[in-house]
């Protein structure tokens, strides 16, 4: 079993729909959860990250984090053609150091 | 700040041979990672620094690689002999621990060993 994976996808969907991007990981004393956006031949970006179970909003963005369930999501409302790209889960196991394990990703397309 | 510089963007070589890729982290930043992606086993974490002192080099795949961090400013990563199998794109970032640990990554460097 990888430590964290998701679904490479890719994932279609229309513009201004919402995307769900999904992740699982296997440790369960990860501590924290990242979403990274990788365009192609770019490096990866930081998009949203989440410490604790719940939701949290950043514009168009929202990371869900469930820990009993060992599952990160990341959705995208309103989604936009700019919004196509690689989206990488990144977990970090040890508290205080930034040590990410990343999942292979999910690839996005919008269409217009 | 330009950001992570990495250099060269491209390197082409052929088996053997030994390649350096160079990383000049952000300024301030006291942490520095090597990263190396391919298709199939995506980002993969080779080594990182903390003040320039190797933290942990676990991810390093064998002997033939090797990461050095001589200043704050900068770091190598050298495979010597390089091999068909290494050819991926290799990823420089650096993370300043008191702002959140976000992840700042260069360019990379797109390798390829025929």
């Known amino acids: 079993q990888k430590e964290v994976e998701q679904n490479s996808g890719p994932l279609s969907v229309p513009e201004g729909a919402i995307a769900s991007l999904n992740c699982t990981y296997s440790d369960r004393g990860s501590q924290s959860f990242f979403w990274y956006r990788q365009y192609s031949g770019k490096s990866p970006e930081l998009i949203m990250s989440i410490y604790s179970n719940g939701d949290k909003e950043d514009g168009r963005f929202t990371a869900q984090l469930n820990k009993a369930s060992q599952y990160v999501s990341l959705l995208i409302r309103d989604s936009q053609p700019s919004d196509s790209a690689t989206y990488l889960c990144a977990v970090n196991r040890e508290t205080g150091f930034q040590k990410l394990v990343f999942g292979t990703g999910t690839r996005l397309l919008v269409s217009p | ?114």
Not at chain 2, 37 to 66: A, C, H, K, W
């Open chain 2, 1 to 114: 700040d330009a950001g992570v510089i990495q250099s060269p963007r491209h390197e082409v070589t052929e088996m053997g041979q030994e390649v350096t890729l160079r990383c000049k982290p952000i300024s301030g930043h006291d942490y520095l990672f090597w990263y190396r992606q391919t298709m199939m086993r995506g980002l993969e974490l080779l080594i990182y620094f903390n003040n320039n002192v190797p933290i942990d080099d676990s991810g390093m795949p064998e002997d033939r690689f090797s990461a050095k961090m001589p200043n704050a400013s900068f770091s190598t990563l050298k495979i010597q002999p390089s091999e068909p199998r290494d050819s991926a794109v290799y990823f420089c970032a650096s993370s300043l621990s008191s702002e959140g640990w976000q992840l700042f990554f260069g360019s990379g460097t797109q390798l390829s060993v025929l």
